[in-house]
């Protein structure tokens, strides 16, 4: 007897093969709950957790949740930064790293945006040290105009743009 998996659940098809297996020996008493198990876990277990240089499709926050933003200048010359309806522009000087409205993210559509002084394109990079926070690197280069704003949506999906 095998037992066929939805798509997103294919690594665990040997597994859950054997486990199907075991209830003809044991019985169902034990290894059907190893099977619920296994299918509840395997989303959580297949979710692997970026934390450096991640793209913006690898990092979802829990909408409504505080969320720590760092933004770490890493050109050589003065960026600004403005959390829109949040604050005033922050000019971060290079090397500076500064953290952003400690209530980020419990508003929705919350987005930053980011200037070069010099009208330099600019990179952002992603990071999430944390589960709940983002860590944005302002690198030089890009193609013009360049990466313009970090946008976090309704949903929790980080977006750059």
Excluded at 1 to 26: D, G, I
Excluded at 32 to 54: D, E, F, G, S, Y
Aim: aromatic letters at 6%; a positive charge; glycine letters at 6%.
């Amino acid at each position: 007897m095998r037992l066929f998996l939805p798509k997103r659940l294919l690594p665990f098809q040997n597994l859950a093969n054997r486990l199907t297996a075991m209830t003809c020996l044991l019985g169902l008493g034990v290894a059907a709950p190893a099977v619920v198990l296994l299918v509840t876990m395997a989303p959580a277990t297949l979710a692997q957790r970026c934390t450096i240089n991640c793209s913006s499709r690898q990092i979802q926050f829990t909408p409504g949740e505080r969320i720590r933003i760092l933004i770490v200048n890493r050109t050589s010359s003065l960026v600004q930064v403005e959390q829109v309806y949040g604050t005033n522009p922050i000019a971060l000087l290079p090397s500076q790293e500064v953290e952003v409205d400690p209530n980020f993210g419990t508003r929705p559509n919350a987005s930053l945006i980011i200037w070069d002084e010099t009208h330099l394109p600019l990179r952002a990079v992603l990071f999430r040290p944390e589960i709940n926070t983002l860590r944005v690197e302002i690198l030089p280069g890009g193609r013009p105009p360049g990466d313009r704003s970090v946008y976090i949506e309704n949903d929790g999906k980080v977006r750059i743009f």
